[in-house]
């Protein structure tokens, strides 16, 4: 594993390669990426005029080229499983009705802190990720699944989701939902569940969630940094992607780096050939985001 970018020293690795902006690409800057300097970093969210001007086979069409090259990315789920994101996408795209796109953002793995960081400090990557999932299986709503319990996530994700709807740039309305912070309500048949009204636990029954999830819609839930990726997938292409790591592991991949260690942090990684290499850097986000133990908020739920 070679470490190509670490949260504090962005800036001069950005110099180092061209392979940057990925997602850590800003993150030593304090606070998050308001969507100004999102756009300047990373460029505007890349959705077709198909998208908005009603012509909906012009947009079947364009839905069908992005999961394409999400699928050419070899882009994988980085919620666990290592699910290829675009076969998910495909199959819920092909169910029944309008679907649902649910981010997991909850991160239920006590020791893992990077998708905390990501949310923190480049929330609108993530939420340009939402949209263009959204885009690319015909859904008209999303959820953004964190813990609800931290409140200073929750309100940070809430202000850029109103600074997209000022802009009008967001195609479904994106709502954001507080769990329980247990390790496995982040499963996504326990997410499924708590959003359908039920306990935040795992079922692990059919039916299967990209057949009937939320409200029985076909629903992709996707971990919040496969989402991201996706985001740079669809502006960069599959290409690009594919620049880092290896054929059967392409990209690169945010990794925790904590305990008995001069400098814990969040690490942006990526495979090269057989040979594994880390070097440790802080990022102080990730630092700050092992604070979510309010058990009596646990089931804050927004709006629902
Ligand atoms: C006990 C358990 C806990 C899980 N916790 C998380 C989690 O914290 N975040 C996450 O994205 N996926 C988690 N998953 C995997 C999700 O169920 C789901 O597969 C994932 O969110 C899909 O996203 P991906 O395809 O982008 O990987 C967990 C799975 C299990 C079995």
Same mark, same amino acid.
């Given at each position: 594993?070679?470490?190509?970018?670490?949260?504090?020293?962005?800036?001069?690795?950005?110099?180092?390669?061209?392979?940057?902006?990925?997602?850590?690409?800003?993150?030593?800057?304090?606070?998050?990426?308001? /969507?100004?300097?999102?756009?300047?970093?990373?460029?505007? /969210?890349? *959705?077709? #005029?198909?998208?908005?001007?009603?012509?909906?086979?012009?947009?079947?069409?364009?839905? &069908?080229?992005?999961? $394409?090259?999400?699928?050419?990315?070899?882009?994988?789920?980085?919620?666990?499983?290592?699910?290829?994101?675009?076969?998910?996408?495909? &199959?819920?795209?092909?169910?029944?009705?309008?679907?649902?796109?649910?981010?997991?953002? &909850?991160? %239920?793995?006590?020791?893992?802190?990077?998708?905390?960081?990501? *949310?923190?400090?480049?929330?609108?990557?993530v939420?340009?990720?939402?949209?263009?999932?959204?885009? $690319?299986?015909?859904?008209?709503? $999303?959820?953004?699944?964190?813990?609800?319990?931290?409140?200073?996530?929750?309100?940070?994700?809430? %202000?850029?989701?109103?600074?997209?709807?000022? $802009?009008?740039?967001? /195609?479904?309305?994106?709502?954001?939902?507080?769990?329980?912070?247990?390790?496995?309500?982040?499963?996504?048949?326990?997410?499924?569940?708590?959003?359908?009204?039920?306990p935040?636990?795992?079922?692990?029954?059919?039916?299967?969630?990209?057949?009937?999830?939320?409200?029985?819609?076909?629903?992709?839930?996707?971990?919040? #940094?496969?989402l991201?990726?996706?985001?740079?997938?669809?502006?960069?292409?599959?290409?690009?992607?594919? #620049?880092?790591?290896?054929?059967?592991?392409?990209?690169?991949? /945010?990794?925790?780096? &904590?305990?008995?260690?001069?400098?814990?942090g969040?690490?942006?990684a990526?495979?090269?050939?057989?040979?594994?290499?880390?070097?440790?850097?802080?990022?102080?986000?990730?630092?700050?985001?092992t604070?979510?133990?309010?058990?009596?908020?646990?089931?804050?739920?927004? %709006?629902?």
């Amino acid at each position: 594993m070679t470490i190509v970018a670490t949260a504090p020293r962005l800036g001069h690795l950005e110099r180092r390669t061209r392979r940057l902006p990925r997602l850590l690409a800003g993150a030593a800057d304090r606070g998050p990426a308001g /969507l100004n300097q999102h756009e300047r970093r990373f460029g505007a /969210l890349p *959705l077709p #005029e198909a998208a908005w001007n009603g012509d909906r086979a012009a947009a079947r069409r364009a839905a &069908s080229r992005l999961i $394409a090259e999400v699928e050419r990315s070899g882009l994988a789920g980085h919620g666990g499983a290592g699910f290829p994101t675009g076969r998910k996408l495909r &199959s819920v795209a092909a169910g029944a009705g309008p679907a649902v796109i649910v981010a997991n953002g &909850s991160e %239920g793995e006590p020791a893992s802190h990077k998708d905390r960081l990501l *949310l923190l400090r480049a929330p609108h990557l993530v939420l340009d990720g939402i949209t263009l999932a959204a885009f $690319a299986v015909g859904a008209t709503e $999303a959820y953004l699944v964190v813990h609800g319990t931290d409140s200073r996530l929750i309100a940070g994700l809430e %202000g850029a989701i109103q600074a997209r709807d000022v $802009a009008g740039i967001d /195609l479904v309305p994106i709502q954001v939902v507080g769990i329980g912070d247990r390790y496995v309500a982040s499963e996504q048949t326990a997410i499924v569940q708590y959003l359908n009204g039920g306990p935040g636990l795992p079922t692990f029954a059919p039916p299967r969630t990209h057949e009937r999830g939320v409200a029985n819609r076909p629903t992709a839930v996707n971990n919040i #940094e496969t989402l991201a990726h996706l985001a740079l997938v669809a502006k960069y292409g599959h290409v690009w992607f594919r #620049e880092a790591g290896v054929p059967a592991a392409p990209g690169t991949t /945010l990794v925790t780096v &904590s305990g008995a260690i001069e400098r814990p942090g969040a690490l942006a990684a990526r495979r090269r050939g057989g040979h594994h290499r880390t070097r440790a850097s802080g990022a102080p986000g990730a630092q700050a985001a092992t604070s979510h133990q309010d058990e009596a908020a646990r089931r804050r739920r927004d %709006g629902r």
